[in-house]
RNA sequence: GUGGGUGUAGCUCAGCUGGUGGUAGCACCUGGUUGUGGCCCAGGAGGUCGUGGGUUCAAGUCCCAUCACUCACCCCA
């Protein structure tokens, strides 16, 4: 073949999009319940938007996004600041002082794809405007392990605080103490890390690096008291949901917006990709983006691994097809008549499927049973003369005739008769 | 951007130290039933062996390059 997808660009072909569906179905439902509103946001923003709202000097920013340099527009790398501008740009702070939102989408990151990270991505991203209260932290975090947990998924939470703008840089200050002093025993990555992201040496996978950060200073211990007392709520709100979780003083997002809490929900199942869903609180970020100077919190998750996850628990098998009705024509004069009639059914709200290139009627039988009929009408040259179509029941194998009459209509009609009977099996 | 692994039928894969591409499984089509599915049996169709060079009498097999896929690093959902 010689066209086929980019690198990191992904089909979702029948037999997986089923999973897909059942994901967002799983989690429109789980949102509403929450009260969250949909938002939908165009996939290509102002360069801008996203080197003011992530930071400049992220990865994400620095190299990974899909930019047309000539019109300075990129291709959302998150959704976040896409749906932020959206919430300023419709002035939705005024009609509702809290705003819950939620949003579906494709994602776009020139990186290198690996298992369970693509460069075209889904997330299913949800985000709360306009609320201070920790509570809104746990309710939030609670949310999501519902949704995991309603697909029968075990993952873990993990929890932190970042701090913020007041209590933040002290703590970098010791931790960058705390690093100079052992610059040496640092793998490279975090010899570099320690003037591009220092609180990215706190998550080095380097087992040295690792045992070596044990000592270092904790962020729990250097909160102000606001972040400390918001912190204490949020887990105490965790703890009043019946949320399991666990601290993690390592644990840094990537995004530079990220204030007070921070939260990944993390599996062992699927390679280097530990994290399903992650967010946080960025409180100052709205007003930086020229918004009202309201607080935010929300988090995102990731469809290609939630449904990787499903796919390992319970097999790649593919979801059967179904149909109520497979009408099988043998000659041309039958065909003729299914032609119409099939249409009519569907007229009616019958799922129906039929042939169309003559075959016989074994295999016309075949068909209908790979497309899981209940049904299958067969109508050939004899039961058009004799007035009666046979109706075959797939499982019971039983067969009945019902009366052509003198068209259509009256066989419609008729069918549907037959199945008002048989409406407890229909249902099913 | 950096490393490792893998490219043979639609899919999953055999193919030994070079000697004519597999009776392989799944899927597909036809027949076994002159008009009846699943199971079974028989047959059929389906390939530029990723691509381009090289070595050789001879390359799916060895060498080089290239592309693609994949896993990991970096980073991230």
């Known amino acids: 073949m010689k066209i086929t997808a980019l690198n990191g660009f992904k089909d979702i072909v029948p037999g997986e999009v089923e999973l897909w569906q059942r994901v967002e179905t799983a989690a429109r439902t789980i949102f509403s319940r929450f009260s969250f509103s949909e938002i939908r946001m165009p996939i290509l923003e102002k360069t801008e938007l996203f080197s003011r709202s992530i930071g400049e000097s992220t990865d994400i920013v620095e190299k990974e996004m899909y930019t047309f340099v000539d019109k300075q527009i990129t291709m959302r790398p998150e959704a976040t600041a896409s749906l932020l ?77 970042l701090g913020c703008p007041a209590c933040r840089p002290d703590f970098r200050q010791a931790l960058l103490a705390f690093l100079e002093d052992r610059h040496e025993a640092l793998c490279d990555d975090c010899k570099r890390r320690c003037t591009s992201n220092p609180l990215r040496v706190l998550d080095c996978k380097n087992p040295s690096c690792r045992t070596l950060v044990e000592e270092a200073p904790s962020i729990q211990e250097h909160l102000c008291q606001g972040c400390s007392d918001h912190f204490g709520v949020v887990q105490e709100g965790l703890q009043q949901l019946g949320v399991p979780y666990s601290l993690n003083k390592f644990m840094v997002r990537g995004l530079d917006y990220y204030t007070r809490t921070t939260f990944e929900f993390i ?44 796919q390992q628990q319970e097999g790649e098998e593919v979801a059967e097809g179904e149909s109520d009705l497979f009408v099988a024509g043998l000659g041309e004069v039958a065909t003729n008549f299914v032609f119409p009639l099939v249409h009519a059914l569907r007229r009616k709200g019958l799922q129906v499927a039929t042939d169309y290139e003559g075959r016989s009627l074994k295999s016309q039988m075949k068909q209908a049973n790979k497309a899981g009929a209940k049904w299958v009408l067969i109508i050939g040259d004899t039961e058009l003369e004799e007035g009666q179509a046979v109706l075959r029941d797939m499982q019971s194998q039983e067969q009945e005739k019902i009366r052509i009459g003198t068209g259509v209509d009256a066989l419609l009609s008729l069918l549907l008769q037959a199945f008002e009977k048989k409406k407890i099996s229909l249902e099913q």
């Open 85 to 161: 501008r959206a919430y300023i740009q419709h002035g939705l702070h005024v009609q509702k002082p809290i705003q819950r939102l939620f949003t579906i989408g494709p994602m776009f990151r020139h990186e290198r794809p690996q298992k369970g990270r693509l460069r075209q991505f889904h997330q299913m991203d949800v985000e709360v405007i306009g609320a201070q209260n920790p509570r809104v932290d746990a309710e939030l975090m609670a949310m999501g392990a519902l949704l995991l947990e309603e697909l029968g998924l075990t993952v873990s939470l993990e929890l932190n605080s």
């Open 267 to 310: 599996t062992g199942d699927l390679g280097a990709q530990a994290a399903v869903g992650a967010g946080g609180r960025y409180d100052g970020l709205i007003e930086q983006l020229g918004g009202p100077k309201v607080p935010g919190i929300g988090f995102a998750l990731g469809m290609e691994r939630l449904v990787l996850l499903l």
